[in-house]
């Protein structure tokens, strides 16, 4: 695990590698190495995170197969010792106890067929001296984060973000079309960031550079497309085969193979069914953690948002498997005040504060020694935890009735308050909304219209020539489906890597942590895949698929809790005692004026503050954006 950068032109200078790596000194305090060919005008570099082999041997960069590869390399192949059997088998001499060391010979075997060999989360570059061309792949769900940027003077990438801030010719203009889709879902989905100049690869994409003369050809390709039940006459077709108890042996596989490392490991637990299940396995195949670690909230506030105490059903988990349980005790309120420097930490602003409760988890573990967490992050994109997923079985069930249940929900609304007043204006709109339309509103806190009536004019007409993004892809990919697994689909092109797994990576590793998934791996998303979505989510039972094959070692007390969300009471704090925060963020003039329609933000927020509208997290994010810029930019 570590942060990687590095270039691919004639005109770029050693010194910028030395700026990058020097921006991503938090991802790897174990180590940092460069590597340089200035005929061919290329340059890698690595900050390292020791976590397999953490011996001299497995620094990097790394050359292979008698140096024609080089290697610039973060993550981990969790499959690499069947790997190294094959290799040796075909002849290849190397490293056999670092994962990093199979990828070169891997590619010259196979070229980029390779990837679909690898079990792992990564973002890699491997440069063909031979070929003089470079090689850039990530992972098949986006785990690892790969920016890069195409300049005049070549191709530039990183892991963070902030890493090619430094790169000359670099364009720093906003990007219209990737503000007001994070106006729309709070996040950035697909490829765009909000520097017009820099992109993010594509989970499951990788890109070939080349340099011809003085410039360098880019070319994309996808490696990865997630399954799909098959469509037999148009209608998709289920594998009645699959039980529970298959499930659960998979998952104890993946698991087991996860928990490969040369470090302590621990995990996360906070008592909800996707990291209690996580633990249990680790303790069911041998790899008890080291430590685990649950958030409590000191403050008052957390209920009325839909926030439950997660630390006494943590106590239970950990009390059945004996595994030491640490509380990392959190002032809710105290989180005010570090909200205007997480946006800068994520390279990309996002407006949730769950970010913090992960960076402090993993500040506790760094300090006990502990390099590596386990997560359940994924669980509720893969086995539907989420309520859209509800919302979508619903509307199936429903049927002709969907309308009047559509408008009967919005009157119920108009007698409600807090939580639930605002659950049923969105199922409301959920239910009235057509299919496609459905599929959009599933993922954005706001609708179009609402979201682009808040940005400058100029921004709104770039828009409107510009919107498409990979839940667009998503939606006509899974066309034919049932409509709950084209919502699982869609997770995987946005919200899952674009927002959980890019605060899971950036809040983690800024403490020199690794969060690992074993949710997401390939082999559990493609199980799921052709399971019936009556079967996955049973009535209004979440992930009852997935609960079942838990049932011998979980509690119905842990696998029948209430959702509960992973935040703070975002609502109550922006219009109490956070709005002197939010208006100075948004109405004392700077950025936001260049960003934002003013008075459109003003009246809005007194709209907000009235109750008349439920907009706290949609302010929390242009509040977000701002501080991104100020932290990032300036």
């Not at 340089?36 to 041997?57: C, E, N, Y």
């Not at 996040?187 to 992109?199: A, D, F, S």
């Not at 928990?259 to 299940?277: K, M, Y």
């Not at 079985?393 to 308050?417: I, N, S």
Request: contains cysteine; neutral net charge.
């Amino acid at each position: 695990m570590c942060g990687i950068a590095g270039y691919l032109g004639a005109k770029f200078e050693p010194a910028l590698l030395q700026d990058m790596l020097c921006r991503l000194a938090h991802r790897g305090p174990d180590g940092e190495g460069e590597w340089h060919d200035a005929d061919a005008g290329v340059g890698l570099g690595q900050r390292r995170l020791s976590i397999i082999d953490l011996s001299t041997a497995a620094s990097q960069p790394m050359h292979a197969v008698g140096g024609r590869y080089t290697i610039t390399f973060n993550g981990e192949i969790y499959n690499f010792k069947e790997i190294v059997r094959e290799l040796k088998a075909k002849g290849y001499k190397f490293n056999e106890n670092s994962d990093t060391a199979v990828l070169c010979p891997l590619y010259d075997l196979y070229g980029a067929r390779m990837l679909d060999k690898l079990e792992g989360m990564f973002a890699f570059a491997i440069w063909d001296a031979e070929a003089r061309e470079l090689f850039v792949a990530r992972d098949h769900a986006g785990i690892k984060p790969l920016y890069y940027a195409e300049t005049a003077g070549g191709v530039v990438f990183a892991s963070e973000l902030k890493s090619l801030l430094g790169v000359k010719g670099l364009r720093k203009g906003i990007d219209g079309t990737a503000l007001a889709e994070y106006a729309t879902y709070l996040w950035t989905p697909g490829e765009r960031t909000l520097l017009q100049g820099v992109k993010k690869l594509r989970p499951g994409h990788f890109m070939r550079s080349k340099l011809v003369g003085k410039k360098v050809n880019v070319e994309h390709a996808r490696w990865y497309v997630p399954p799909q039940a098959p469509l037999v006459d148009g209608k998709p077709r289920y594998d009645r085969r699959k039980t529970p108890a298959q499930l659960l042996h998979l998952l104890d596989d993946v698991v087991n193979e996860q928990c490969v490392a040369d470090v302590p490991l621990g995990a996360f637990l906070s008592g909800g069914v996707d990291s209690s299940a996580i633990v249990a396995s680790m303790c069911a195949t041998g790899h008890k953690p080291e430590q685990t670690y649950c958030i409590a909230f000191e403050g008052a506030g957390m209920a009325s948002e839909g926030f439950g105490e997660d630390i006494d059903f943590a106590k239970i988990v950990a009390k059945r498997y004996n595994v030491n349980l640490q509380e990392v005790r959190v002032d809710a309120h105290g989180i005010l005040a570090r909200l205007p420097g997480l946006a800068p930490l994520l390279d990309e602003p996002q407006a949730d504060p769950a970010p913090l409760f992960v960076q402090d988890i993993c500040a506790r573990a760094r300090h006990d020694g502990i390099k590596v967490l386990m997560s359940g992050t994924g669980g509720d994109d893969v086995f539907t935890g989420y309520r859209r997923h509800l919302t979508a079985r619903m509307r199936q069930k429903l049927g002709f009735l969907r309308a009047p249940a559509g408008h009967a929900a919005g009157v119920a609304a108009q007698f409600l308050d807090g939580a639930r007043k605002r659950r049923a204006e969105r199922l409301s709109g959920l239910l009235l909304a057509d299919e496609h339309a459905f599929l959009r509103l599933a993922f954005s806190t706001n609708s179009q219209p609402d979201a682009w009536r808040l940005l400058k004019g100029e921004y709104r007409a770039q828009v409107e020539q510009d919107w498409f993004n990979d839940l667009d892809v998503a939606i006509a990919e899974s066309e034919g489906q049932d409509l709950v697994n084209r919502v699982l689909y869609a997770e995987l092109f946005g919200f899952l890597p674009d927002h959980n797994l890019n605060y899971s990576d950036k809040a983690s590793m800024a403490s020199g942590v690794e969060v690992r998934v074993p949710l997401i791996d390939r082999r559990l998303m493609a199980f799921m895949a052709d399971v019936n979505p009556a079967v996955k989510l049973n009535g209004t039972r979440l992930k009852a698929f997935f609960k079942d094959s838990l049932a011998t070692r979980l509690s119905p007390d842990v696998l029948d809790r209430s959702k509960s969300g992973f935040g703070a009471p975002v609502r109550g704090w922006l219009t109490g005692e956070g709005r002197g925060l939010v208006e100075g963020a948004l109405f004392d003039g700077g950025i936001a004026e260049e960003w934002f329609d003013i008075p459109a933000v003003q009246t809005f927020w007194a709209q907000t503050r009235a109750g008349r509208v439920d907009g706290a997290y949609t302010m929390l994010a242009l509040c977000m954006a701002v501080w991104w810029y100020e932290g990032m930019m300036r």
